[in-house]
Antibody, heavy 119, light 104 residues
Framework: EVQLVQSGAEVKKPGESLRISCKGS????????INWVRQMPGKGLEWMGR????????NYSPSFRGHVTISVDRSVSSAYLQWSSLQASDTAIYYC????????????WGQGTLVTVSS | ETVMTQSPATLSVSPGERATLSCRAS??????LAWYQQKPGQAPRLLIY???TRATGIPARFSGSGSGTDFTLTISSLQSEDFAVYYC??????FGGGTKVEIK
């Protein structure tokens, strides 16, 4: 089965670091870019950035550049979203999604990871 | 950065009726526009890509049209399972703010 499976929910304190993961299976992981999308509580979808697993090339939205890092480990078919210092405003559900082709649409989504940042 | 604007924010429709959702881009995105459906507690699901091509398994009552800056998603006869939030996205980048389709 073709799927993206994300790591479980996290509860963190402000200032802590965090890395969440997205594991692809059922397809050739390096053939498709992986995107990260944020959804704050009760709000819409925000595109954060993407990575090409074949060479680790990344693009970031200006809104997120410098605040998060996207990486990949080809050996375990996984992409990661990382924070070095969380803020309460990072509380959200984070989705990974596969880019189907150069037009960019997301044909396959992970189930989402809820990140809660609270003191 | 291309800004995507969806209207209306909320659409109240009776089951069996037609729903028309709009999405406008701040600059020309050609036909590189996708639509997604999101139900409460679920990840988004791809409905339409290339402005008008239905994704695998999407019922024919969903149709997309438009190019350049103005796009439309039409649901010809709303079923109970169609009440959800719908998002447009350009070039796999910025999303619109969403349209919630609710039961009238």
């Amino acid at each position: 089965e073709v799927q993206l499976v994300q790591s479980g929910a996290e509860v963190k304190k402000p200032g802590e670091s965090l890395r969440i993961s997205c594991k692809g299976s059922g397809y050739t992981f390096t053939n498709y870019w992986i995107n990260w999308v944020r959804q704050m509580p009760g709000k819409g979808l925000e595109w954060m950035g993407r990575i090409d697993p074949s060479d680790s090339y990344t693009n970031y939205s200006p809104s997120f550049r410098g605040h998060v890092t996207i990486s990949v480990d080809r050996s375990v078919s996984s992409a990661y979203l990382q924070w070095s210092s969380l803020q309460a405003s990072d509380t959200a559900i984070y989705y990974c999604a596969r880019r189907y082709d150069v037009t960019g649409f997301h044909d396959l989504w992970g189930q989402g990871t809820l990140v809660t940042v609270s003191s | 950065e291309t800004v995507m604007t969806q209207s209306p924010a909320t659409l109240s429709v009776s089951p069996g009726e037609r729903a028309t959702l709009s999405c406008r881009a701040s600059q020309n995105v050609k036909n590189n526009l996708a639509w997604y459906q999101q139900k409460p507690g679920q990840a988004p699901r791809l409905l339409i890509y290339g402005a008008s091509t239905r994704a695998t398994g999407i019922p024919a009552r969903f149709s997309g049209s438009g190019s350049g800056t103005d796009f439309t998603l039409t649901i010809s006869s709303l079923q109970s399972e169609d009440f959800a939030v719908y998002y447009c996205q350009q070039w796999g980048l910025t999303f619109g703010g969403g349209t919630k389709v609710e039961i009238k």
